[in-house]
DNA sequence: TTGCGTTATTGTATAAATTACACTTAGTGT
DNA sequence: ACACTAAGTGTAATTTATACAATAACGCAA
């Protein structure tokens, strides 16, 4: 760190990765760019970060301005930094993912300037992206993944109540495996953080489910002894 | 993104958490400021992100800047960019953290220019840091911590050869916490990437342990599937 | 109302991993 | 040869993970 600071001629950008849950697949937000670099490719959204203004607060700007939504889980997960990643000039991206619920009652309004039309797209089936984007989405999918086993993201994922089978089916999506039905609920279960309803599923064809939500002060509680060892 | 860039009027910087393991003590590696802002104070390693250097490259260059010495695993570990973290103007700092053997036989020769002294810390009894580099040494921590469980960074931080003995005092380190010395051994051996060698320890005034090393491509080898999932 | 189709729900036996725990051995130095 | 120090080692108990399939509940249509 040098005292008289020369200035990096530069642009500092945020760029997310946005997870939604629906209709049994894991899906992220994409935007379809409307000019040069890139016109007509599917891009992650994302946008600068302001002169006076924190990367922090950058992300729930940017994200706000593209999807509508506010006070969502964000997290950072790596910057990328290369000198010819853009071919305009040099930016440099810190990629946040978010996780939200698809099915809430708003609906995902992109910003207009910004891009032709946004959707939700199956992660499964993601055809190559602009920049380096794909390689963005990559490493921000392996962080979901990993941190799925030690923290309570699937939650943010689901509606507020939910099945023991849409979660597994959540967990299969995020890890792309089968899980066993009987030992997963189990677990689950064993944990003690999720309450069960006097509730059940709706309007389907077949036995209903009960209905499950998560409980977040439980989980706080019976995980404050971990996370103590997190922070000390 | 947008197509035409404007400048962000600010400055990238790297700063590093260096850990080192030294005399059965975890170490990093600190320099004492010799101009305002926080002048005296003592900070992490860092420095600035040239125009047309990508940032794992400046970390690498920095680091050998610092150090002397190259090829070091390093790996990001966040962004920091809160508008007022350096009291000169806007600086947002991508932090890396390095392994380092301290007992190498190259001394660790930081740049005079840019601080009065460097010198090894232990962790355990760091003073406030200059910005907001305690922050940042914490955060690293923890991801250190964490990762040592499923990446072998406890090899970078030993000798070559090394004791039993010594790699359970590192983890208890790093950890903060004691450990059974029957079942690290048995667990550590378990996983089958220690080669013990023909060799024993000298020097030392009381029974002389077993040497062992750590076997990359036996690691490589066991953990392959694993990492697969992680890339796929 | 009966039967069919679909999904929900539940338990047990086995294997693997983790934990708790203390004495003997080998070498050094006096 | 004695004392000191750290090295080295095994077993039983507990917990956790895995493999595996039959029955119950409900909607729907005949």
Not at 56 to 63: D, N, P
Not at 164 to 188: C, G, P, S, V, W
Request: aromatic share 12%.
């Amino acid at each position: 760190m040098e005292e008289n600071l020369p200035k990096f001629e530069s642009a500092i950008s945020i760029d997310c990765v946005i997870f939604g849950f629906d209709a049994g697949e894991l899906k992220i937000l994409l935007i379809e760019r409307s000019a040069d670099p890139f016109k007509d490719w599917y891009a992650l959204p994302g946008n600068l970060v302001k002169q006076d203004e924190g990367i922090e607060e950058a992300a729930g700007r940017i994200l706000h301005e593209l999807t509508g939504l506010n006070d969502l889980h964000m997290e950072q997960f790596h910057t990328f930094g290369e000198v010819n990643r853009h071919p305009s000039g040099r930016v440099i991206t810190v990629a946040y993912y978010a996780l939200i619920r698809i099915n809430s009652q708003k609906e995902v309004k992109p910003l207009i300037e910004f891009a032709k039309k946004a959707f939700w797209h199956p992660v499964s089936e993601l055809p190559k992206l602009a920049f380096d984007h794909s390689d963005i989405f990559k490493t921000g999918f392996n962080k979901v993944r990993r941190r799925l086993h030690y923290q309570p993201i699937a939650y943010e994922l689901l509606p507020e109540k939910f099945t023991l089978t849409q979660l597994q089916q959540l967990y299969e999506a995020i890890l792309n495996k089968k899980l066993d039905k009987r030992n997963f609920r189990k677990k689950m279960l064993s944990y003690g953080f999720l309450k069960e309803l006097d509730e059940k599923q709706k309007n389907v064809s077949f036995r209903a489910a009960k209905l499950y939500k998560f409980d977040r002060r439980k989980y706080a509680k019976i995980f404050q002894n971990d996370l103590n060892i997190e922070e000390s």
